[in-house]
DNA sequence: TTAAAAATATACCAATCGGTATAATAATTC
DNA sequence: GAATTATTATACCGATTGGTATATTTTTAA
C-alpha cells in the first residue's frame, strides 16, 4: 500500500463521517480539508472531483455497518437468532463503532433523491443486497424448520428493513431511546411470530 | 388578506415542493426565484430570511398532508378502518395531492439533523402530533372495544409510524411499487391484529 | 384623485462554492 | 545518493451563494 493509496483512504475515513452527517449538498470543499487537515491540492490529486470521495465516503459507511451485522450474526446458529441480530445490534448500537450521522442508506436515500442520481444508485443497492441477505435468512430458516414454511419471504424481508429504517429515522429525530426500544420490541415480537 | 399576504402564501406554494425535493440547504435563492417568478429583492420584502421561507414551506407541507389524512379517516367510523386509512393512503397516494418530494418529516429529518435545529425542531413536533393521533384513534379503539384492551398504545403507535416511513424511503429509493404494497400488507396485518 | 405607505425590482456586496494551473516538496527508483 | 516521478501546497479562477441598499412601481387610505 503505497503513499497515494493510504492518503486516499485517510481521506475516505475522514471525510466518510461528515458526508454522512451533513449530506452530499450539505458538505463543502473546506469541511473537507477540516476534517483531514490536507489542502484542496492534495485531495485533488487523489480524486477527480467531490463526487468520487462521496461515493467513496458512502462505501466506506456501508462496510463499516455491514461488518458490524455480519459479525453480530455470526455468533448464532439459527437464522431467528441472525434476524434478531439486528434488532439487538441497532438497540446497543452505541457500542459497535457506527458511522457518525446514522444509517447512510437512510441519509442518502432523502438528499440524493433528485439530486444525485450515482449515488442514490449505489444507496438503492445497499438497500437490495440487505434485502437479499434477509431473504436468504428467512430461507433457509424455513428450511431449517425454524419459521412457518407459508412466510411471504419478500415481504416479511421488507417489512423488517422498514421497520428498522423508520425506528432508525424516528429514533434520529426525536432523540428519544424509549421510542426506539418500542419498535425494536415490535420488530422482536415480528421475527418470533415468523 | 391583502396583498403582501398573498405574495407571502404565494412564494410559500410555490417554494414547498422545491425544498420539499431539494431540501434546505439544496435549494438556493435561485431555486426560490424561478419557483416563483419573482425576484430576490421582493421575497426579502415579505421573508427576513431563506429560514423563514423554509420553515413556513414545511409547514405548509405537513399541512397538505394532515389534510388529506383527516379527510380519509372521517370516512371510517371504526377506529381499526381509521387506522387502516394509513394504508389505504398511502398505498394510493397518487390519487392524493400529496407533496413532491414526498413524506417532509422523513426528509427534514436526515438533512435537518445537524445543519438546521429550528426545522428539526418543527419536524419532530409534526412526528410527536402523528403519534399522539394514533394513540388516541388506538386508545379509543381499544374503549370501544374493537382492540385488545392490553394493546401497548404507544408501541403499537410508534410501530405503524416507523413502518409507514420505513415503507416511504424503500419506496422512495428503490421506486419499486411492490416494495410499497407488500410493507403495507404487513402494516394491515399488524392493525387488524391490535 | 392624490398622498402616504407598502411592495417589488435593480444593482450590487462580500463570502464561499467547486475546481485548477503551477510551484514546491516528498517519495520512489535506479 | 541522484534523478525521476508522484504527491502536496499555494495562489488563483469564474460562478454562485445568501443578503442588502436603493430606486421604482403598485396598493391602500384619505
Redesign the pocket.
Request: aromatic share 4%.
Given at each position: 500500500m503505497?503513499?497515494?493509496a493510504r492518503?486516499k483512504q485517510f481521506i475516505v475515513e475522514k471525510t466518510a463521517p461528515v458526508f454522512n452527517e451533513k449530506g452530499y449538498a450539505g458538505?463543502?470543499?473546506?469541511?473537507m480539508t477540516n476534517a483531514t487537515g490536507?489542502?484542496?491540492?492534495?485531495i485533488?490529486?487523489?480524486f477527480a472531483?467531490?463526487?468520487e470521495v462521496a461515493l467513496a465516503a458512502f462505501e466506506y459507511n456501508i462496510r463499516q455497518i455491514t461488518d458490524i451485522i455480519r459479525q453480530e450474526k455470526a455468533k448464532h446458529d439459527t437464522y431467528r437468532g441472525k434476524l434478531l441480530a439486528y434488532v439487538h445490534t441497532y438497540n446497543n448500537f452505541l457500542k459497535h463503532p457506527f458511522p457518525a450521522g446514522g444509517c447512510p442508506i437512510l441519509n442518502t436515500a432523502t438528499e440524493a433523491d433528485d439530486t444525485h442520481p450515482a449515488l442514490k444508485e449505489r444507496a438503492a443497492w445497499a438497500l437490495g443486497k440487505w434485502k437479499e441477505a434477509v431473504m436468504q435468512d428467512i430461507t433457509r430458516g424455513i428450511l431449517q424448520g425454524e419459521f412457518d414454511k407459508d412466510t411471504p419471504v419478500e415481504q416479511a424481508a421488507l417489512t423488517i428493513l422498514a421497520m428498522v429504517e423508520g425506528c432508525l429515522m424516528i429514533t434520529k429525530l426525536t432523540g428519544k431511546m424509549h421510542y426506539r426500544n418500542a419498535i425494536m420490541q415490535s420488530l422482536e415480537t415480528f421475527i418470533r411470530e415468523l
Open positions: 503505497n503513499k497515494a492518503t458538505t463543502s470543499l473546506t469541511d490536507l489542502t484542496k491540492g492534495s485533488y490529486g487523489n472531483n467531490k463526487d
